[in-house]
């Protein structure tokens, strides 16, 4: 009798057990909310995209400046690019970006920082599996 209450209390517990979800990745890329004005395109949501990012908002402006060869400025949570850009290409050089400088080597998850290295460069250093990779910059 002890195991006819075992079975159905096992069952119970299996069936308040949510289903796997098919690959979801806890990591989306922030979406980038630009407009262009005149001869510049302002990223309106720049802090947010670094916040989610972990990164410094100037670091993040920095690559992007170099990326594609413009003169830019932060202007509070905005940051403005002397130049006419597509979404698609902000798009792709913040992805270029987040490969780079966030997602882990090793294991791919975005719990990384920047930190300085011992001999004097900059290393990516993983919270979740702890391996380590020399980063540009």
Same mark, same amino acid.
Request: proline share 6%; with cysteine.
């Given at each position: 009798?002890?195991?006819? @209450?075992? @079975?159905?209390?096992?069952?119970?517990?299996?069936?308040?057990? /949510?289903?796997? #979800?098919?690959?979801? !990745?806890? +990591? !989306?890329? $922030? *979406?980038?909310?630009?407009?262009?004005? &005149? =001869?510049?395109?302002?990223?309106? =949501?720049?802090?947010? %995209?670094?916040?989610?990012?972990?990164?410094?908002?100037?670091?993040?402006?920095?690559?992007? #400046?170099?990326?594609?060869? *413009? $003169?830019?400025?932060? @202007?509070? /949570?905005?940051?403005?690019?002397?130049?006419?850009? #597509?979404?698609? *290409?902000?798009?792709?050089?913040?992805?270029? +970006?987040?490969?780079?400088?966030?997602?882990?080597?090793?294991?791919?998850? /975005?719990? #990384?920082? %920047?930190?300085?290295? $011992?001999? &004097?460069?900059?290393?990516?250093?993983?919270?979740?599996? &702890?391996a380590r990779a020399p980063v540009k910059g």
């Amino acid at each position: 009798m002890a195991g006819l @209450d075992y @079975d159905k209390l096992l069952e119970r517990g299996y069936s308040q057990i /949510p289903e796997k #979800t098919t690959a979801v !990745e806890r +990591f !989306e890329m $922030p *979406v980038i909310d630009s407009i262009i004005e &005149g =001869n510049k395109t302002i990223i309106r =949501n720049f802090e947010f %995209i670094a916040g989610r990012l972990r990164r410094d908002p100037k670091a993040l402006a920095k690559f992007f #400046t170099k990326e594609l060869a *413009v $003169p830019a400025s932060l @202007d509070g /949570p905005r940051f403005v690019l002397s130049a006419r850009f #597509t979404d698609r *290409v902000l798009a792709e050089r913040l992805k270029l +970006f987040v490969d780079l400088y966030v997602l882990c080597k090793e294991c791919k998850k /975005p719990d #990384t920082k %920047i930190q300085e290295s $011992p001999a &004097g460069g900059k290393m990516l250093v993983c919270e979740a599996c &702890g391996a380590r990779a020399p980063v540009k910059g």
